[in-house]
């Protein structure tokens, strides 16, 4: 038999705005369209974020979430709520919806850092909305938090409804966190692990780092974790392809990148996950059902949810 790999869809995110792509969804039906589609081309994980529907703002309301989740519930896919939200915002705002909704995976930054998006103002000169304008400059000056005490809050939120989590690692040091969290008895169980490369302000994009960020993985979780990458623009299927040769899971989707090829903007995360469908069957590996990827996790299944 193939080995399983894991593929998530992040379907928006808070790092993108909607004058980048026509394609980005911002409104609930916009949001669960582009769910179906990616649980359709063979997602197993969604990871979902919400917006305002007229701005396109990260909205990290609990009513923002509640007009999504339902239905992507209705895919079969697992949902992954974000509780990293906007860099932009505290931690008690971030972590409202997963702490509510109990969803069966929450993602959990694991480090405070530079959040460097400011370099994408010389590539979206004219961006409409002033908020988006605002948003890249504002990052000049900004620090993703993420403290031991931020992290101790999501995990004592949602560890208690039986949500595991989708451990978000932008450089070395965040895996360290990882193990300490695990050697003082917060994290139990196997750990998801998804490695973020080449997003100013954390560890870069180059093969280099993607075997320097297994190797460090490898010393601090042993081989008992679960593996997943996600390169941020034109790294998104190079970083996926070395993960899925390294016997890695991958991460894909419009919040973490715009494009479909050089020059070409993605009209959906289903075309990119079809790009990662071509480098699996060319390794002899095939992507992961829903259910699978809930077994390789260990996670408590939809029925168990609040949605």
Same mark, same amino acid.
Request: hydrophobic residues 45%.
């Given at each position: ?22 394609h ?10 582009e ?8 997602a ?11 701005t ?7 009513a ?8 992507l ?22 972590? $409202?919806? /997963? %702490?509510?909704? *109990?969803?069966?995976?929450? @993602?959990?930054n =694991? +480090?405070?850092m ?12 004219d961006?409409p909305?002033?908020?988006?304008n ?7 000056d ?12 999501v ?33 139990t ?9 080449g997003l100013l ?18 010393r ?11 390169g $941020?623009? /034109? %790294?998104?299927? *190079?970083?996926?392809?070395? @993960?899925?040769a =390294? +016997?890695?899971?991958?991460?894909v989707g ?42 390789i996790l260990?996670?408590?299944?939809a ?5």
């Open positions: 038999m193939s080995r399983k790999v894991i593929v998530t869809a992040a379907l928006t995110g808070a790092i993108h705005t909607p004058g980048m792509s026509p980005l969804p911002v409104t609930p039906e916009q949001i669960i369209a769910g179906r589609r990616a649980a359709q081309a063979g197993a994980i969604l990871h979902v974020h919400a917006r305002h529907p007229k396109g703002q990260p909205d990290q309301s609990i923002g979430f509640g007009r999504i989740l339902p239905a519930k209705e895919t079969g896919a697992v949902i992954n709520v974000t509780t990293g939200g906007s860099p932009f915002m505290q931690v008690a705002e971030r972590v $409202a919806p /997963a %702490a509510h909704f *109990r969803p069966e995976l929450a @993602s959990l =694991m +480090g405070s530079n959040f460097g998006l400011y370099p994408m103002q010389a590539r979206f000169p961006l909305q002033e908020w988006e605002a948003h890249l400059e504002g990052s000049r900004l620090v993703f938090r993420n403290t031991f005490a931020d992290v101790e809050h995990l004592g939120a949602c560890s208690p409804n039986g949500t595991r989590f989708e451990f978000e690692c932008y450089d070395t040091a965040h895996l360290r966190n990882l193990r300490h969290m695990i050697d003082r008895g917060l994290v169980g196997t750990p998801f692990v998804q490695t973020v490369f302000g954390g560890i870069g994009a180059d093969p280099e780092d993607v075997t320097l960020m297994r190797a460090v993985a490898d601090h979780l042993g081989d008992e974790y679960a593996w997943s990458v996600l $941020a623009g /034109a %790294a998104q299927l *190079r970083i996926a392809a070395m @993960s899925a =390294m +016997g890695g899971h991958v991460r419009l919040e973490d990148s715009l494009w479909a090829g050089p020059g070409v903007l993605a009209q959906s995360a289903a075309e990119q996950i079809a790009a990662v469908g071509k480098v699996l069957d060319g390794l002899g590996l095939s992507m992961a059902s829903p259910d699978e990827a809930r077994g260990g996670l408590k299944g029925e168990d949810v609040n949605f």
